[in-house]
């Protein structure tokens, strides 16, 4: 039960949290905040990974080494 009560307070002052450095932060330099960056007990958000082919491999374990030696 006191779990379930810090996680509710948290949402809540999680979403004024985002709300408040959303108001105050530069547009154009920063990113938008969401409640899930303040919230403790959120699970966070996956970051998308870019892909890249075989070749990107090659170039660092294979052709750098070439050029090292």
């Known amino acids: 039960m006191g779990e379930a009560r810090s996680q ?3 949402n809540h002052t999680s979403s ?3 709300m408040l450095a959303n108001i105050h932060r530069d547009a154009k ?8 960056d303040f919230n403790p007990h959120a699970k966070k958000r996956i970051q998308h990974r870019t892909m890249v082919g075989i070749e990107a491999l090659k170039h660092v374990f294979i052709d750098r080494q070439s050029e090292l030696q």
């Open 8 to 10: 509710v307070l948290w």
């Open 16 to 18: 004024v949290l985002a």
């Open 29 to 36: 330099r920063s990113k938008v905040y969401h409640p899930v």
